[in-house]
């Protein structure tokens, strides 16, 4: 990989070749500083995508975004290239073109692995906090606890019917639902406690497969915002029953 070539101006006067000389030494700097990073970017990428070419054009991607952006502005461009990154291989995993080529499993769980060095465990849990951020910002908490219990950890249907205190047919509703909505731009605020507490309890089940917290965890806030929003029961009332002729 190597920096784009730039024109030379022709202009008379000093000022543009200052100014294009200046830009390509910025551009050098800005290769240095991906170059550095960019074995731990891949790895970051084949965790979440799974596979190597698909890996690389995340990466590249990632370069080229590296380059467009205000790198001024930029106080830690390691921390500013992980997320890029990492947002850059959920995007691919969620797209039409990967699920119809990737195989039906989700990635979601392979994400995490338990023997691993400080480098990686770093590296896996930044990962991990990203895909959760961009679920919670667009799933419901039921939608939520749905596709993470059945595309993350494989739970039966019924399963998540009875921890979320509702039939199989509408888990299984819940989790069509999260599928479309995850591959939409739209997103809302993520409440930032709310977002901590999911990675630890997303985290330890993953690398000890302890499941009980996440479960209680994504249940919890699934059937509150449940009951929040069912029909409220008019106590003393009856619906009418049709008359037979």
Request: charged share 25%.
């Amino acid at each position: 990989m190597s920096a784009p070539s730039l024109e030379t101006s022709t202009a008379a006067g000093t000022g543009p070749q200052l100014t294009t000389t200046s830009v390509v030494v910025d551009l050098d700097v800005a290769l240095d500083v991906f170059l550095a990073q960019r074995t731990r970017l891949f790895r970051i990428a084949y965790r979440v995508v799974g596979d190597v070419a698909s890996a690389e054009d995340v990466v590249q991607e990632a370069w080229l975004r590296w380059q467009r952006t205000d790198r001024r502005v930029i106080k830690n461009p390691a921390a500013f290239l992980t997320t890029t990154t990492t947002h850059l291989a959920i995007n691919v995993i969620q797209s039409a073109r990967y699920r119809h080529e990737a195989p039906i499993e989700s990635p979601v769980a392979e994400m995490v692995d338990s023997s691993q060095d400080p480098t990686q465990h770093a590296e896996q849990t930044v990962a991990v906090e990203e895909m959760l951020l961009t679920l919670m910002s667009r799933l419901t908490p039921a939608e939520l606890a749905a596709y993470l219990l059945r595309k993350g950890f494989d739970y039966p249907y019924g399963e998540i019917a009875g921890l979320l205190r509702t039939s199989s047919a509408n888990a299984r509703q819940l989790l069509r639902r999260a599928q479309q909505r995850v591959e939409a731009d739209r997103e809302s605020p993520v409440d930032e406690a709310c977002h901590e507490r999911l990675v630890d309890a997303f985290l330890t089940a993953a690398r000890t497969g302890e499941l009980a917290h996440l479960e209680e965890l994504l249940a919890r806030n699934a059937t509150a915002t449940m009951q929040h929003t069912r029909p409220p029961v008019r106590r003393g009332h009856r619906l009418a029953t049709p008359k037979v002729a």
